[in-house]
């Protein structure tokens, strides 16, 4: 008998989820959401067969579907050549009265469980079931686990001065507050990619011994209106709840770029959260927010001013110490025969991400060839393919090749009569220089301009003409000499004609030819090397001069 009843409950309960899920189905609004530009290309193509237009939206009827976009991102004009129909409120009857009949036949169904169960079922008793099945299906924010320490990170000394302070305030808050001191609410974490932001707010998290929460900016970013700024809340709660803890955001720009007035409800509704959020951080309640980005300049200045981001910090790119204390870090388990300052001083603009990556090629390089140490000529062979990627030489003519082996001969050969900063040229890689950020003279910059001009030089003396992949090199050099006289006052005067620029690259035209004349010599054993091998360092150029 008390099979009978639990069998009979049981259809009961699965009955009425099979018609509240059918009702669901059926009256739920199904059009998909599309963006102001994809309406503004159905309406341009004429693809719109009907409009109609609701309180809350507005609905684009196709031959693919129905589709529907906010009222508010829409404007009258737009629709000037449809017939605009007004859509009723029925949506919401037919809501009220499938709520009145799932609710009707839930009562019902209570009503009978408490008869043949004689259990009492309250309404508390309900909602608290409901919230606990709520809080299952809601995944919870979680702290992670930091296992990352400051001795794994090299080269951030600096840095880890900055941030000490905020470690000892979570061991030791008393200390401050009786000095009537407060933890910093925020701490900025500025730089280019790659230079370690994520592993450094791991680092005094572990060392603070506190929970750390990891959120990238682009995880805010919903679909829905108010569910980034419901997740914000969330993360903040649980931090609170667990302080002392260490909330970390990367790439904070996702959601934190200044409001420009143009209409994006959903990702101000987050920035509008997580600024309330910030304010409302109690003196006392030990959670401090450490975010990275590398583009502040885009950062709105409500959530940099002092109280929410006190503290900016730049971790810049490594200088050739703390890329020989990083490239320490990474070759500690790799066997090798090399001086870690000669690799540092290679790896010119090179972040603690790169240096990482060339370790690894390296070790991968003397796998594959069956060495038993890394050594130089690893480190050589793999530093373009991590820097630029690997190119496969084109397949050239024996022309074609004769003349690119002439042109990167006399790149090799000015660079290396300059002293610039590379070590290895290859026939297949264009650019010869890495990207730097560190100011430079004038007197470097024209020879690095000298050294984009050589190529074509070089082959206009020797065949009377050059190829046209010189273009890559001369737009670089137009845009170093239009710098130096627009930008960086090196010119004749601070105030320039517009004829400056093409006296000025010219004038060291005329240089590098002179220069090249000399040395045609120099560059034709250079050419012989790279007929060989296809690639030769800057310690043979040198052997040569």
């Keep these: 008998m008390l099979t009978s009843k639990k069998n009979r409950v049981i259809l009961y309960i699965s009955a009425f989820i099979?018609?509240?899920?059918?009702?669901?189905?059926?009256?739920?609004?199904?059009?998909?959401?599309?963006?102001?530009?994809?309406?503004?290309?159905?309406?341009?193509?004429?693809?719109?067969?009907?409009?109609?237009?609701?309180?809350?939206?507005?609905?684009?009827?196709?031959?693919?579907?129905?589709?529907?976009?906010?009222?508010?991102?829409?404007?009258?004009?737009?629709?000037?050549?449809?017939?605009?129909?007004?859509?009723?409120?029925?949506?919401?009857?037919?809501?009220?009265?499938?709520?009145?009949?799932?609710?009707?036949?839930g009562s019902l169904l209570v009503r009978f469980l408490q008869k043949q169960s004689g259990v009492k079922i309250t309404r508390e008793g309900i909602v608290k079931d409901l919230s606990a099945a709520k809080n299952q299906i809601e995944t919870p924010v979680q702290a992670i686990k930091s296992d990352v320490s400051f001795e794994d990170i090299g080269g951030i000394s600096e840095v880890k001065i900055e941030l000490e302070e905020i470690i000892d305030f979570m061991k030791n808050p008393k200390r401050y507050k009786s000095f009537g001191a407060r933890l910093p609410r925020g701490v900025l974490l500025v730089g280019p990619p790659g230079v370690g932001k994520t592993m450094i707010a791991k680092a005094v998290a572990n060392a603070a011994g506190v929970p750390f929460y990891y959120q990238s900016g682009a995880s805010f970013v919903q679909i829905y209106v108010g569910m980034g700024a419901k997740r914000v809340h969330e993360l903040f709660a649980a931090a609170k709840k667990n302080a002392p803890s260490i909330i970390f955001i990367d790439e904070i720009d996702a959601i934190g770029k200044k409001r420009d007035g143009q209409r994006n409800d959903e990702r101000e509704a987050t920035l509008n959260q997580l600024l309330t959020e910030m304010d409302g951080f109690e003196a006392s309640s030990g959670v401090s927010v450490i975010a990275a980005t590398n583009k502040i300049d885009v950062l709105d200045s409500a959530l940099l001013r002092a109280g929410r981001f006190d503290r900016r910090i730049f971790v810049e790119l490594p200088t050739k110490k703390e890329r020989a204390s990083i490239l320490s870090k990474y070759l500690a388990k790799v066997p090798h025969q090399l001086e870690v300052d000669e690799v540092a001083a290679m790896t010119v603009g090179f972040n603690g991400a790169s240096l990482a990556a060339l370790v690894n090629e390296a070790a991968l390089l003397a796998l594959r060839q069956n060495d038993f140490h890394v050594t130089m000529e690893h480190f050589h062979q793999v530093k373009d393919k991590v820097m630029f990627g690997k190119k496969k030489l084109q397949i050239l003519s024996e022309k074609q090749k004769e003349y690119l082996i002439t042109y990167q001969a006399g790149k090799a050969f000015v660079a290396t009569y300059y002293d610039l900063r590379f070590e290895k040229l290859m026939l297949s890689n264009e650019k010869l220089l890495p990207s730097t950020n560190e100011p430079h003279l004038k007197h470097e910059l024209e020879a690095e301009v000298k050294m984009l001009l050589a190529g074509s030089v070089t082959c206009n003396m020797k065949y009377g003409e050059h190829a046209s992949s010189a273009k890559v090199d001369l737009d670089e050099a137009k845009e170093i000499v239009a710098k130096m006289c627009d930008e960086y006052g090196m010119a004749s005067s601070v105030v320039v004609s517009d004829e400056e620029q093409e006296v000025l690259i010219n004038k060291m035209y005329e240089e590098c030819k002179l220069l090249i004349e000399e040395y045609l010599s120099v560059i034709d054993s250079i050419e012989s090397v790279l007929v060989e091998r296809e690639s030769i360092t800057k310690q043979e150029v040198r052997k040569f001069l």
Excluded: C, W
């Excluded at 189905?25 to 609701?54: C, F, G, H, P, S």
């Excluded at 309180?55 to 829409?74: N, P």
């Design 18 to 105: 099979v018609i509240a899920l059918i009702l669901f189905a059926l009256l739920r609004d199904n059009a998909d959401n599309i963006t102001l530009r994809e309406a503004t290309t159905m309406l341009y193509n004429n693809d719109v067969q009907k409009v109609i237009a609701t309180k809350e939206y507005v609905y684009l009827k196709t031959d693919h579907g129905v589709f529907k976009i906010a009222s508010s991102q829409v404007t009258p004009k737009m629709f000037a050549d449809q017939q605009v129909e007004v859509g009723s409120e029925s949506n919401l009857l037919v809501y009220i009265l499938t709520l009145v009949l799932i609710l009707g036949i």
